[in-house]
């Protein structure tokens, strides 16, 4: 099995820099020595706290990237220039003139310093039952890997695709491509083959890597029966190479090839080559829960250096902790804070294989205690599926090694942050609930960075993160200057981790992106900006419900009903109504061991949605469910909802990437119910 390899073996430009602001700090007592918590700060003058760093960052952004990116990255060759971006156009290069390979920076400049740390924790399946692999290793793995890829007939500009779960061999995969200059194309590993197959006819792959079997929850899945069903109608695919998670033999085919034993044929060193900074570094589709997939294109540096920068900072991270992260590898917060983050900081990171509740819901915890896990980052989801058990499942294991929190994915709702903050982290760990997307490539908005002892608004992203300029649009597509506003986020101007285009379709990317608001990159999110000058994401505009002329974000609507006594999680959409032009239906998960007549429930919500928000947000529906149905991420997917509300379900669309697609006939059935009690009331 492949856990048994482990055993083998500046100045700067203050022109327009406000020194007004620079006083008053320092009148006011806030100077500190903002060199000594970003030494990339160092060479800023007059920048003397956190709020300056900012500043300069989005004024003098330029020199501020251009130094960040000459200290934190090694480069085969330097760049010429830092950027030249047009956001009308969608066209954005970051350090044109650079070369510069992944590998390198994620591998083997730690291996020179410290060739025995612990670059991953093998998080299996089966609790205790980790395996540790050191950055000697991991280069050593890499190599292997990228030679054999190379033997195979994989040359620079490729696209390989990888189906496999959270494990090392996946890790090095990604590192192989990226240095040998192929591209990768991560699926996550429980898409069906119909997904998996147009993902990979999209990439125009020839090769596509993965194990035999896959082990999550206790379940044993066969992957590789997935990849078989898949490439058949995927005529590029020229091989496939098997690694084997168990030691459960699989049909091969004359395709097949067997990835640990033909690399363990392969020499330990592989020459990295020379890349351009805008060269792809991976292909990344989204989960499709807001239609076709798009393959957004990431590239070298200027991704490398976003991921590296916000892991190092928005976490507090430092020399020697265990990072934890319990994405899956197949999701943009996998590549950013699992793989290319950590690994670029030289940090230990973790590769969870298994579920939060799996074989108990103290799972999370109990890792965090035998694995001294140092920062903990997850999805609300999962909060607040663990939010439904007794807090014993926490209190009964030592978490005094955490010292930061993170929330990913969606806003996070008032009451599972309490819970998070309050039970998990002993009131004492600060909650970072991060904004961003497959499109931004890493955080842009998180309560930290920030100034020393900076206030923590629970359930807001809060503050940008260097060199990210947010805007809020109104209807008529104009800039919202005042605070205490709510419109569409944009950002005013380009960032090096954001992505390029997408694969094959820089049309739909500039149409998506940049032409809605000419000149400002649209995030297709709502926000509102606090008096204090705080963000809080709304939702997606696309989930925002009209009620008779009033707006309301589905996800403020969700955390208000979520506060309702016994439920544990809902899902809120717009549906049709004759007078209203939409009404309000909700779906509501009920916590384990709570019943309540649905009469009794919907009294209760419409009496904290009027209390909150305002009458004219009440659901017209209540209905019950045990489950939602969801994305293999965990996102909610909205559309399948609103056509069973809507009675299209002859439009249900692809349902290949929901994580349990039974529970849409459940969410069927309960809808019919529901609409025929309504009809025998009138």
């Not at 083998?8 to 620079?22: E, P």
């Not at 070369?99 to 400049?109: A, E, G, M």
């Not at 494990?167 to 997904?195: K, Q, T």
Request: charged share 20%; aromatic share 8%.
């Amino acid at each position: 099995m492949m856990w048994k390899i482990w055993r083998c073996y500046s100045s700067t430009s203050i022109s327009s820099f406000n020194w007004r602001r620079v006083l008053k700090s320092k009148l006011l007592g806030r100077n500190y020595n903002i060199a000594a918590c970003m030494p990339e700060a160092a060479g800023f003058l007059g920048v003397n706290d956190h709020t300056g760093l900012h500043e300069f960052s989005v004024i003098e952004c330029d020199r501020f990237w251009g130094a960040v990116a000459r200290q934190r990255l090694s480069w085969i060759s330097p760049f010429s220039s830092v950027q030249n971006c047009d956001l009308t156009q969608g066209n954005i290069k970051w350090f044109e003139g650079g070369k510069i390979n992944v590998s390198v920076n994620c591998l083997d400049r730690h291996v020179h310093t410290c060739p025995e740390r612990v670059a991953l924790i093998w998080e299996r399946d089966e609790p205790g039952s980790e395996v540790k692999v050191t950055y000697r290793q991991l280069l050593d793995l890499t190599c292997r890997l990228a030679n054999l890829l190379k033997r195979q007939g994989v040359r620079r500009g490729d696209c390989v695709t990888l189906y496999m779960p959270p494990c090392p061999l996946a890790v090095a995969s990604m590192l192989a491509c990226a240095r040998i200059g192929a591209a990768h194309n991560v699926v996550f590993a429980g898409f069906s083959a119909e997904a998996l197959a147009d993902r990979i006819r999209d990439a125009q792959s020839s090769t596509v890597i993965t194990v035999n079997q896959g082990v999550r929850g206790g379940k044993v899945t066969d992957l590789k029966k997935t990849v078989d069903a898949a490439v058949q109608n995927c005529p590029s695919v020229r091989q496939v190479l098997v690694a084997m998670r168990t030691e459960n033999p699989v049909i091969m085919t004359d395709r097949d090839i067997p990835l640990e034993e033909e690399m363990m044929k392969e020499d330990v060193v592989c020459e990295p080559v020379a890349l351009d900074s805008e060269e792809v570094l991976f292909l990344l589709y989204t989960s499709g829960s807001t239609g076709k997939p798009k393959g957004l294109v990431h590239t070298q540096a200027g991704y490398l250096l976003y991921a590296s920068l916000t892991h190092r900072y928005v976490f507090n991270h430092h020399e020697g902790d265990v990072f934890g992260c319990v994405a899956d590898i197949g999701w943009i917060t996998g590549h950013s804070y699992v793989v290319y983050g950590p690994l670029s900081n030289g940090g230990t990171t973790v590769l969870f294989e298994s579920t939060p509740v799996y074989p108990d819901p103290g799972r999370y915890w109990e890792m965090v205690q035998r694995l001294k896990v140092n920062q903990f980052y997850g999805a609300p989801t999962a909060i607040r599926l663990l939010l439904k058990y007794r807090d014993e499942w926490v209190q009964k294991y030592d978490r005094s090694s955490l010292k930061t929190l993170g929330s990913v994915g969606e806003p996070i709702n008032s009451e599972a942050w309490d819970w998070y903050h309050r039970v998990v982290g002993d009131g004492r760990c600060p909650v970072v609930d991060t904004w961003w997307q497959t499109e931004t490539g890493g955080i842009c908005i998180s309560p930290r960075p920030s100034d020393p002892d900076a206030e923590i608004v629970p359930g807001m992203a809060m503050r940008p993160f260097f060199g990210i300029k947010p805007a809020l649009m109104d209807s008529e597509g104009k800039v919202i200057s005042a605070n205490d506003a709510s419109g569409a986020l944009c950002m005013s101007q380009a960032w090096p981790g954001m992505a390029r285009t997408i694969h094959n379709d820089h049309q739909r990317f500039t149409q998506t992106y940049c032409q809605p608001y000419p000149g400002y990159f649209f995030t297709g999110d709502g926000a509102y900006r606090s008096k204090e000058g705080y963000y809080q994401i709304i939702g997606r505009l696309d989930d925002v419900i009209n009620v008779s002329g009033h707006r309301i974000g589905t996800a403020e609507l969700e955390d208000v009903v979520n506060q309702c006594p016994g439920v544990a999680e809902s899902a809120v959409i717009g549906h049709s109504h004759d007078i209203k032009g939409q009404g309000v239906y909700a779906f509501v998960v009920l916590k384990q061991g709570v019943e309540v007549q649905e009469a009794l429930l919907a009294l209760q919500i419409t009496e904290i949605v009027s209390r909150s928000i305002a009458k004219y947000a009440c659901p017209d529906f209540i209905q019950v469910v045990k489950r939602l149905p969801k994305t293999c991420s965990g996102k909610i997917m909205r559309r399948v909802l609103r056509s069973v509300v809507e009675q299209e379900t002859d439009k249900l669309g692809d349902l290949s990437t929901l994580d349990d697609p039974t529970a849409v006939q459940e969410v069927i059935q309960g809808h019919e119910r529901l609409r025929g009690n309504r009809e025998q009331q009138k």
